[in-house]
């Protein structure tokens, strides 16, 4: 989940957000030449602030509720293949509905972006934006807090892989998303 929600948003943020022009450069103070207007600031502002609310959303005691409590899930028969393969695909603890699925679906703004990057709509770039900040932030906490806790407490060996491979599907998903993003920037640009 962690290695999807920071790919995407890498891959879209910022290289092609920055390629993104308002449909109306009026409003925005844009003279239509280099972008020196309010609409890209707005664009990052969207994104920062919203990523902070969906970092702070998963502390909300109903949204809590709705992810897996340390300890929940059932022991399972047999070990999986690593910590991390349990950790993504579990079905009995409620994560893959909560956080996997949404991170799965969060594919679906590379898209997105592209077309706003050809075809230029305000109110739907300020809007995915928006869905793009508190998604990530949300899906970001969400694996990084609960994930480790999956795992049962006396299979301490895996719930400490859990943790690492965490962290790893961090780098690789930053990685990952940066060389796409900078790629498709390159795209855009045609350079």
């Given at each position: 989940?962690?290695?999807?929600?920071?790919?995407?948003?890498?891959?879209?943020?910022?290289?092609?957000?920055?390629?993104?022009?308002?449909?109306?450069?009026?409003?925005?103070?844009?003279?239509?030449?280099?972008?020196?207007?309010?609409?890209?600031?707005?664009?990052?502002?969207?994104?920062?602030?919203?990523?902070?609310?969906?970092?702070?959303?998963?502390?909300?005691?109903?949204?809590?509720?709705?992810?897996?409590?340390?300890?929940?899930?059932?022991?399972?028969?047999?070990?999986?293949?690593?910590?991390?393969?349990?950790?993504?695909?579990?079905?009995?603890?409620?994560?893959?509905?909560?956080?996997?699925?949404?991170?799965?679906?969060?594919?679906?703004?590379?898209?997105?972006?592209?077309?706003?990057?050809?075809?230029?709509?305000?109110?739907l770039a300020l809007a995915s934006m928006v869905v793009l900040g508190l998604s990530n932030?949300?899906?970001?906490?969400?694996?990084?807090?609960?994930?480790?806790?999956?795992?049962?407490?006396?299979?301490?060996?895996?719930?400490?892989?859990?943790?690492?491979?965490?962290?790893?599907?961090?780098?690789?998903?930053?990685?990952?998303?940066?060389?796409?993003?900078?790629?498709?920037?390159?795209?855009?640009?045609?350079?």
């Amino acid at each position: 989940s962690v290695f999807l929600s920071l790919g995407v948003t890498l891959a879209v943020f910022p290289g092609v957000t920055s390629s993104i022009r308002p449909s109306n450069p009026g409003f925005w103070g844009e003279d239509g030449s280099d972008g020196d207007g309010w609409f890209a600031v707005s664009l990052v502002a969207a994104f920062t602030i919203t990523d902070f609310l969906g970092r702070s959303v998963a502390s909300i005691p109903a949204v809590e509720a709705l992810l897996p409590r340390p300890h929940d899930p059932a022991p399972s028969p047999a070990p999986p293949f690593s910590a991390a393969g349990r950790l993504a695909f579990s079905s009995a603890d409620g994560f893959g509905r909560t956080v996997t699925l949404p991170a799965v679906a969060r594919l679906a703004m590379v898209p997105l972006f592209l077309h706003l990057a050809a075809t230029p709509n305000d109110g739907l770039a300020l809007a995915s934006m928006v869905v793009l900040g508190l998604s990530n932030g949300y899906i970001c906490t969400a694996t990084m807090a609960v994930g480790p806790t999956i795992v049962r407490p006396e299979h301490k060996a895996e719930r400490d892989a859990a943790s690492v491979w965490l962290l790893v599907a961090s780098f690789v998903g930053l990685s990952a998303g940066s060389s796409v993003g900078l790629a498709l920037e390159r795209y855009l640009t045609g350079r």
